[in-house]
């Protein structure tokens, strides 16, 4: 008998919004058995860290925003750390508390949209349509601290632009509560609907020695039982004075992730309450001397975003604008190590699951 | 824990190391070429099991480049910097990827973007760029605004006309 090839059939996965985000991928398959899967990033490359170096910082802390849509604040306050570190700069208190209550809205933020996105692409789209009103809740409280709702632009070197409203307090107090009040309806909507479990439990699964290999952090890393969050292990900003326990899960699935994010909504509620309740008086900002328009010098600053370890390496010459900013983004390991190595062996079904359950967002892979 | 690691590099590695600086939780090493694939592969083995990034950094004046790889160790919770200065005009070092399966696409972002060679390295192909033609665009001798004027822009327009 004549010997013939096996062919393979390809199929793409994106780039179609919101479902795979700005992302592409090619999956081979064998019938439901997918044999390897294959990314295509760079449809929103922009280049931030080479248009960084033609701007001057104060500029840069606006641009940068744009480099994680779904969770800004941690990006403003990775590139003010990193230039203050090489400024020598000491933020005032009031101004850290703030910055910290911002940073940890943020993650309320990006992990209710991810909530939004995980159901529709599960094919849930009524937990999609309630978790969008919620994380409106948020959005109008950027609004009323920064003036802007996606992109506040509010982090500033030497602290924040303006200081908080006795508004803004009684309405974060108002909206955590209700969203403390709406966890336990997604508990019960999503979290513990059957369906959801069975398309999330025992899917893309891998081990802590295999998550610290491929470059995991963040929730997904803390899936795997790794208690890395660098919130507590390199404390920045108001962290060493707030109490929150860091969530861990052993399990390493799909669901363990969806449950450890679900949890982490819980302690950064629980965080900001801490910080308004002890919410120092004073200055919010420093004035900024001439020193920090010319800085000479290398600085290297790791945050916790709501996606895991998001590092800003920034080396300054002496010019207003920087040498070379890199921008360490958590999605760009997740979608192009984690997932491919997940999806190899999985069916095609399991795919959408699996690259939500590792919360990538495009804008941050590609930069 | 990080005076015990400086000594153990300092005593096995004496002439590799050009500089050592250790600060709070940190230490950043400055190696030679060399040696700087023992360098890692000893840290792996001291515990560094988490590569954080891998960033070049383009010193033109001085005709080279600079790599930089960012360690943590999940169990002694300390970071570990290490910087490499290579040739510009022959950019090749060894790849990293057979300590840390992660360093792959951190290689081949940075062989897109600054036209470092990672030999070793199983897939170099382009990542973010689509038939890319020009010197890799992260390099400080690419100017990003002259080349947007001369794609995007028709002479003495003041808006972006695409053209075909």
Redesign the interface.
């Known amino acids: 008998m004549e010997e013939r090839e096996i062919a393979f059939l390809t199929i793409p996965f994106g780039p179609q919004h919101p479902a795979s985000g700005h992302f592409h991928a090619l999956l081979k398959v064998d019938g439901e058995t997918v044999l390897g899967l294959e990314p295509h990033?760079?449809y929103l490359?922009r280049?931030f860290?080479?248009?960084m170096e033609?701007r001057v910082h104060p500029q840069n802390c606006v641009l940068v925003d744009r480099a994680d849509v779904l969770d800004p604040f941690s990006c403003e306050l990775g590139y003010a750390n990193a230039i203050e570190k090489i400024a020598g700069l000491e933020i005032p208190q009031r101004g850290r508390y703030i910055r910290t209550i911002m940073a940890e809205l943020g993650r309320i933020l990006s992990h209710i949209t991810w909530i939004g996105v995980l159901s529709m692409v599960l094919g849930f789209d009524s937990a999609n349509k309630i978790a969008w009103g919620d994380r409106e809740k948020i959005l109008r409280l950027n609004e009323i601290a920064t003036g802007g709702r996606l992109y506040p632009c509010y982090l500033c070197i030497g602290g924040v632009r303006r200081d908080i409203s006795q508004e803004f307090v009684d309405e974060t107090s108002k909206a955590l509560d209700y969203l403390e009040g709406q966890l336990s309806f997604y508990d019960y909507f999503v979290f513990k609907n059957e369906t959801f479990v069975m398309r999330m439990e025992k899917v893309g699964r891998m081990s802590a020695e295999e998550a610290?290999?491929?470059?995991a952090?963040g929730p997904n890393l803390r899936a795997c039982g790794?208690d890395?969050d660098v919130r507590k292990?390199?404390p920045y900003e108001a962290y060493p004075e707030v109490e929150f326990n860091v969530i861990t899960r052993e399990e390493g699935d799909a669901y363990a992730r969806s449950l450890c994010r679900r949890d982490e909504i819980a302690e950064s509620i629980s965080i900001v309450r801490q910080l308004l309740k002890n919410l120092p008086d004073g200055s919010y900002r420093v004035e900024l001397g001439p020193e920090c328009i010319t800085l000479e010098g290398e600085s290297?600053f790791?945050l916790e975003s709501a996606r895991g370890?998001k590092?800003f390496?920034v080396?300054s010459d002496g010019s207003p604008c920087p040498?070379?900013v890199?921008i360490?983004a958590p999605s760009?390991?997740h979608t192009?190590?984690e997932f491919p190595y997940l999806a190899k062996g999985s069916t095609i079904a399991d795919i959408p699951a699996i690259y939500w359950s590792l919360d990538s967002c495009p804008a941050d892979m590609?930069r | 824990m990080i005076s015990d690691i400086e000594s153990r590099l300092k005593s096995k590695f004496p002439d590799s190391l050009l500089n050592v600086v250790s600060k709070d939780k940190r230490i950043t090493f400055s190696v030679k070429k060399e040696k700087f694939y023992s360098i890692l592969s000893e840290l792996k083995d001291i515990g560094f099991d988490h590569l954080s990034d891998v960033t070049a950094v383009d010193y033109i004046d001085e005709q080279e480049f600079e790599l930089i790889y960012h360690l943590w160790s999940h169990r002694e919770k300390i970071r570990a910097i290490v910087k490499v200065r290579i040739p510009r005009e022959v950019p090749t070092v060894k790849s990293v990827v057979g300590l840390w399966t992660g360093a792959q696409m951190h290689e081949r972002e940075d062989h897109e973007l600054f036209g470092i060679n990672f030999e070793g390295n199983p897939n170099l192909a382009e990542l973010f760029l689509e038939d890319w033609e020009e010197i890799p665009p992260f390099r400080k001798d690419f100017d990003t605004r002259k080349y947007v004027k001369e794609k995007y822009y028709q002479e003495d327009e003041q808006y972006p006309i695409v053209k075909g």
């Open positions: 990033p760079g490359h280049g860290e080479k248009l033609y610290i290999d491929l470059g952090t790794i890395y292990d390199e290297y790791c370890e590092c390496h080396v040498y070379r890199k360490r760009f390991l192009l190590t590609d």
